[in-house]
């Protein structure tokens, strides 16, 4: 299992919120150019979305999506992506979430090709 680079600085998940991101009733995904040569990855669950168990499944399942996207990325290197839960996030399968992540990242890299 292959471990990814996480953002964890406030400023790099400030820096990536300013930008317009994707958004879907179970994810919202903001992505910006870094100049580190390889991918970060940051995943933010709000107390909105529930207790801590809740805001941990999401987490989780977001991780696992983005654990099968990225052998799809390893051709774009260079790049901060922030994935923000909601509230539907906790009670669905991993799969949706791929579902939604895939087409938040290929409509980003299409429009920014």
Same mark, same amino acid.
């Given at each position: ?17 300013? /930008? ?38 999401? /987490? ?54």
């Amino acid at each position: 299992m292959a471990k990814f680079a996480a953002i964890s600085q406030n400023r790099d998940f400030r820096r990536l919120y300013r /930008r317009k991101g994707e958004v879907s009733p179970l994810l919202v995904t903001y992505v910006a150019k870094n100049k580190l040569g390889y991918n970060r990855v940051g995943i933010t669950t709000g107390r909105k979305i529930g207790i801590a168990v809740k805001r941990n499944r999401a /987490r989780r399942v977001i991780r696992e999506a983005y654990r099968a996207v990225e052998p799809l990325l390893s051709d774009k290197n260079g790049w901060d992506i922030v994935f923000v839960a909601r509230s539907k996030t906790c009670s669905c399968k991993m799969q949706q979430v791929l579902a939604v992540m895939q087409k938040h990242l290929s409509d980003y890299f299409k429009e920014n090709a």
